[in-house]
């Protein structure tokens, strides 16, 4: 029964430890269009604001269109380059990266 127990304590802290491991590299994307300007939100699990984080945007066929750096409050926005679906990816170091599809439909 002991060793059951034993048993039992190892993998309920080896699960907490790697549940806490995947959500140390999340980060959090979110865009939309209001009058011919895209807007991006970017922020940790938290809700912690990404600051200067890398904003690249993408095509259909992943040619690089623009990239700027978010603010302190992770706010980027940009001029609509085209009227098609635009791939948004946010890369906020060591590992904490994300993207965002806008569709064409949205704009």
């Known amino acids: 029964m002991r060793n059951h127990l034993s048993v039992f304590l190892l993998t309920l802290v080896f699960l907490c430890c790697a549940t806490h491991g995947a959500h140390a590299h999340k980060v959090n994307i979110f865009a939309y269009v209001e009058g011919g300007t895209v807007f991006t939100e970017s922020y ?25 750096k978010t603010d302190e409050k992770g706010l980027f926005s940009f001029p609509l380059p085209k009227n098609e679906n635009l791939t948004i990816i946010i890369n906020a170091t060591m590992g904490h990266k994300n993207s965002f599809l806008l569709k064409e439909s949205e704009m």
Not at 49 to 67: A, F, R
């Open 44 to 68: 940790f699990p938290d809700g912690k604001p990404v600051s200067g984080g890398l904003i690249e945007v993408q095509d259909t066929k992943g040619n690089k269109l623009l990239e700027g």
